[in-house]
């Protein structure tokens, strides 16, 4: 990602175990698995654990080692516990506060649950305003406090919490992957138009997991089984899985495809297609329209790298490492002081002279937000003696803003916003630059068989919300959406 100082940031992951056989402590494996999705989230987290239809649970600020301390780990260990689910929360919708993490642990008159949000609502806000408007209490500001609102009211109405699910999912629109446990079963729920990923994995011993991504059923020992349907809700419980596709193909399918160009780890699989795979489809594409005359291919470390392998292969020009990325560099580094943000990019990232010296460069990365951290990226290379640099971009421009659960800056912040690409270049002091194009953005995820959301570069939006939630509800006053985009079909 090459801007260091704003980076993008996905909103959340999800994680939920039912573990059939009784052979795993779910604490535990809940535990392994936020590990693995702590990229999807890193200002708080939690889990929540389920012994013989009790639920109890633990969250708090922080990362996922800070804040399942050995102490809070003991409290966690049930024995008898075979259901178990977990978060990792970065806000988008709601402040940063501990009551808005997750999982959200709701006493209701039909008995407890616990609920996994990631994603964001389109209409949070008009729900919102109609429960408090009938009595509601909110002790939070997130959307996922008005999901569980309209669930526990829902299930009051109905027989089964499936019914109740499906009843809910009738007045949601927008983002939601959802994990719901609720004392005697692990339901998993993906919106009709399938924004998030959402996938199932089997226990070796018997069970199921559900997951954000499949890095963390990798973590937990579990099989890749398949992706939740849009639309479907999955239930695990002592019958086994089941499903129910009601609200399926209601929709078209909107998957978010930045989720194969950044946000997801590369070792991770969704909609049964690699993200490596998709992301050196996207270098690939690169070479295609935008071929140069260079020496070495290298990669703005992480997301960058597999793009940039992605056009070596395609163009025969020899890859190579030319950065290396300091691992230790904590997350509250970059939220100091002007000057801090600038030695951030030298500090964070090391050039590899020897690889670029005297050389034609093709530099490959992710994404230009700000324009101010590639620019300096550029210098780095310059400086060390690099003779040309070619920017190529693994995404288009990024121009509007997103609705369904990534934290894009401000739009008067997107050096793409009202720029063309040569004056966005001479912002960043490239040689030449190049994005990739729409038109194969949505072809880099090689039979993942669904549409892609691709708003943030188009302005296409399926769906937007009236009215925006603010970041802290309490705080400000609700704000207007921006005008200006355009509608799908407009
Ligand atoms: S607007 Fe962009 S970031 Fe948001 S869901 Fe769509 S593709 Fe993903």
Redesign the pocket.
């Known amino acids: 990602m090459s801007d260091f100082a704003y980076p993008l940031h996905e909103e959340c992951g999800v994680f939920g175990i039912y573990d059939k056989a009784g052979t795993e402590d779910v604490s535990v494996a809940v535990y392994s698995a936020l590990y693995a999705l702590q990229h999807r989230g890193q200002e708080s987290c939690g889990m929540a654990v389920n012994e013989d239809g009790v639920i109890t649970g633990h969250r708090d600020l922080g990362l996922v080692n800070e804040v399942f301390t050995p102490q809070v780990m003991a409290s966690l260990h049930k024995p008898e516990a075979h259901m178990a689910t977990g978060h990792v929360r970065y806000a988008t919708a709601g402040s940063r506060v501990r009551a808005n993490a997750q999982p959200m642990i709701v006493r209701h008159g039909r008995g407890t649950m616990a609920l996994c949000h990631n994603g964001n609502l389109t209409n949070a806000v008009q729900l919102r305003n109609a429960l408090e408007n009938d009595g509601a209490i909110f002790h939070g500001s997130s959307d996922t406090e008005v999901i569980c609102y309209l669930l526990t009211r829902n299930r009051l109405k109905h027989q089964s919490i499936e019914q109740a699910v499906a009843a809910t999912m009738d007045q949601l629109d927008g983002a939601y992957s959802l994990v719901i446990m609720s004392a005697t079963k692990l339901i998993a729920v993906r919106d009709p138009r399938g924004?998030r990923p959402l996938c199932i994995g089997t226990l070796p011993g018997g069970g199921y997991v559900f997951a954000s991504e499949s890095c963390a059923l990798d973590a937990v020992g579990a099989t890749y089984l398949r992706d939740i349907e849009p639309g479907e809700i999955v239930v695990a419980d002592p019958d086994g899985l089941r499903s129910n596709r009601e609200h399926c193909g209601k929709q078209p399918r909107q998957m978010?495809?930045?989720e194969y160009i950044y946000f997801a780890r590369p070792d991770s699989v969704i909609e049964g297609c690699s993200v490596h795979e998709a992301r050196m489809q996207a270098g690939r594409f690169l070479a295609q329209e935008h071929p140069v005359e260079a020496d070495v291919v290298i990669g703005v470390p992480d997301s960058g790298l597999d793009a940039a392998l992605g056009y070596a292969e395609a163009s025969g020009i020899p890859y190579g490492i030319g950065f290396i990325k300091n691992k230790y560099i904590g997350r509250t580094f970059i939220q100091g002081n002007q000057k801090q943000r600038e030695n951030s990019v030298r500090i964070k990232l090391n050039v590899i002279a020897s690889t670029v010296r005297d050389k034609r460069v093709v530099l490959i990365d992710d994404s230009i937000v700000r324009g101010t951290t590639s620019a300096r990226i550029i210098k780095l290379l310059r400086d060390a003696g690099a003779k040309e640099v070619h920017f190529r971009v693994s995404a288009p421009p990024f121009k509007y803003p997103?609705y369904?659960g990534?934290d894009i800056p401000d739009q008067k912040m997107l050096v793409a916003t009202g720029r063309s690409v040569d004056q966005i270049n001479e912002i960043i002091g490239a040689d030449t630059l190049g994005y990739l194009s729409t038109e194969h953005v949505v072809q880099l995820a090689k039979g993942a068989g669904c549409g892609f959301?691709?708003?943030?570069f188009t302005g296409e939006y399926a769906v937007k919300p009236e009215v925006v939630l603010s970041t802290d509800i309490h705080d400000r006053p609700l704000r207007q959406r921006p005008k200006g985009e355009k509608k799908l079909g407009e």
């Open positions: 924004y978010c495809v930045f997103c369904f990534t959301c691709t708003a943030c």
